[in-house]
């Protein structure tokens, strides 16, 4: 089992930035992918962002492209998503989720976050 924990969410103006992090623990002994995701109110969850184990693998959601960056420090077990140049569409809780292979945390992960919500202005 791995359990997840985000934080870093808030309110921020359009333009603004957010870093957000999640601390893994549990079995992080074992190589594993982490991602993210939303959900904005209405919506279905929506992936963002992807990062293998090694940190040499990343991918995007299209329109976060640029903008968001996904990084991780395996020493800390903690991942993080800077977010920058923020739109008021961006608004929704933001979900961490981990699986052992890259394809599989950006479709089905195994492990999930509780969330933190991200609400940007306008």
């Known amino acids: 089992q791995v359990q997840l924990v985000e934080s870093g969410g808030g309110l921020v103006q359009a333009g603004g930035s957010l870093r957000l992090s999640c601390a893994a623990s549990?079995?992080?002994?074992?190589?594993?992918?982490m991602g993210w995701f939303r959900q904005a109110p209405g919506k279905e969850r929506e992936f963002v962002a992807a990062?293998?184990?090694?940190?040499?693998?990343?991918y995007y959601l299209n329109a976060v492209k640029g903008r968001f960056t996904i990084s991780r420090d395996n020493a800390k077990n903690t991942m993080y998503l800077q977010m920058n140049s923020l739109k008021p569409e961006d608004t929704a809780v933001y979900y961490c989720?981990?699986?052992?292979?890259?394809?599989?945390?950006?479709?089905?992960?195994?492990?999930w976050g509780q969330g933190t919500q991200v609400t940007v202005s306008s």
């Open positions: 989720a981990s699986d052992p292979s890259f394809n599989g945390v950006r479709r089905d992960p195994n492990y």
């Open positions: 549990g079995r992080t002994f074992s190589p594993y992918a």
């Open positions: 990062i293998s184990w090694s940190g040499d693998t990343t």
